[in-house]
């Protein structure tokens, strides 16, 4: 089997940015990708928040971030992430090209617009109801179209429309929107965008394509059609993670309410070895500036996963029979302890560990209390013994 020290898998913001610091820092980096690097900015028209750039199509800052990736060369690889297994403690990458062992994997799938759910959308997708105004806005030249949808992703798509569209409609359930002031102060300021307040869109109708929209107000109840060409659905995102299904159901891998994966402050989730960066973890902000810091963050905590959790393994589990020393650094008698037992040469071959620093593998070989002496044998715990000075270690 194939095996690799970093897999990434996505090739949006975060996903490109773990690559270009995860090479930086010397790691084996493989990234796996199905669609176009960049991610889902390839759909936005304008992206004016990204610092240092005061204006660029989503395509153009996607463009910008595979180059920059590209200069470390990390491996791209065209494929179809489709499970990941843990098995006795390994992770493996299972993809439509072969199964891949890995080191440490980062999940950077980001997310995808939510659906509407109302009868008509799926029947009616792609021939008139939409969920990029990117990719599709220009079809509806001169037509009146829907944008269904209250936060910045409608509000602004709306707008974009407009250059398009003789009329945008916003339909939003809320008698105000919850974009950025300035979005909200654009759309109502151009002659071309009329929001609807109040109402949510029962039914999508047509034949061949979309004709008009079923309208409920949430108020009063009252329902009214809506002649429309098009409709947009801007109503949210949900993560893209249908491959983690078996270990999301099995309780392994933690997600927050909505299927977002539950991450640390070094982006590690609740499986060791695997982190997530990006759209797909629970957290208050979802852009690209967020995304990059995620991962960023992401590979340098996999680095030194890697560097120091593996190089433990190799230290601890693997040997015949190894004698070690668990302690904590944060505590100066423990942190004396430690250079007490390393200045006695009969004991330079005892493996001291910072219990405190490589918790996970405290917790692996159930060490209870700090400090703490194993005497290990073939990965396997065959005595274990409380100590507070070197001579204690005799008694292993």
């Known amino acids: 089997m194939e095996k690799r020290e970093l897999v990434i898998i996505g090739a949006g913001p975060a996903g490109l940015t773990a690559a ?25 028209d304008e992206i004016e928040n990204w610092p240092g750039v005061q204006h660029a199509s989503g395509q153009e800052l996607g463009d910008m971030f595979r ?29 439509d090209k072969g199964s ?28 008139g109801v939409s969920y990029c105004a990117v990719c599709d806005g220009a079809f ?3 037509q009146e179209v829907a944008v269904i949808g209250g936060g910045n992703t409608a509000v602004e798509e709306g707008v974009y429309l407009t250059q398009f569209a003789s009329k945008v409609y916003i339909i939003h359930r809320r008698d105000s929107f919850r974009a950025d002031k300035i979005a909200v102060e654009r759309a109502l300021g151009d002659p071309k965008v009329q929001p609807i307040w109040d109402s949510v869109v029962e039914e999508i109708r047509g034949t061949e394509m979309v004709e008009t929209l079923l309208l409920k107000n949430v108020k009063t109840g009252e329902l009214s059609e809506l002649p429309v060409s098009g409709v947009f659905v801007f109503i949210g995102n949900e993560p893209n993670v249908g ?35 990006g759209d797909l973890i629970e957290k208050y902000l979802r852009q690209v500036v967020t995304a990059t810091g995620d991962g ?44 007490e037992i390393e200045a006695v040469p009969q004991w330079n071959r005892v493996v001291l560990v910072d219990g405190y620093k490589n918790s996970r593998m405290a917790e692996k070989l159930q060490v209870q209390s700090l400090p703490c002496a194993l005497k290990i044998k073939k990965g396997t715990v065959t005595k274990r013994l409380e100590i507070s000075s070197a001579t204690d270690l005799q008694g292993l």
């Open 67 to 95: 180059k920059h990736a590209e200069k470390f060369k990390p491996e791209f690889r065209d494929s179809e992430v489709q499970g990941i297994e843990i098995k006795d403690g390994k992770k493996i990458v299972i993809t």
């Open 140 to 142: 509806f030249e001169d």
């Open 100 to 127: 891949i062992e890995a080191a440490a994997v980062l999940l950077a799938t980001g997310a995808s617009f939510r659906k509407q759910g109302c009868p008509g959308e799926a029947e009616f997708t792609g021939r």
């Open 20 to 44: 270009i610091y995860g090479r930086r820092s010397g790691l084996d980096v493989l990234i796996l990708e199905k669609g176009i690097p960049g991610g889902q900015i390839n759909t936005t």
């Open 243 to 277: 491959f983690l299904k078996p270990l999301i159901d099995s309780g392994v891998l933690k997600t927050a309410r909505g299927g977002w994966i539950k991450v640390n402050d070094r982006m590690e989730t609740s499986i060791e070895g695997v982190f997530a960066a």
């Open 296 to 339: 960023a963050t992401a590979a340098m905590a996999a680095y030194a996963y890697i560097s120091e959790q593996v190089h433990l393994e190799g230290k601890l589990l693997e040997p015949e029979e190894v004698s070690a020393v668990f302690y904590s650094s944060v505590d100066q008698a423990q942190v004396r302890l430690a250079g």
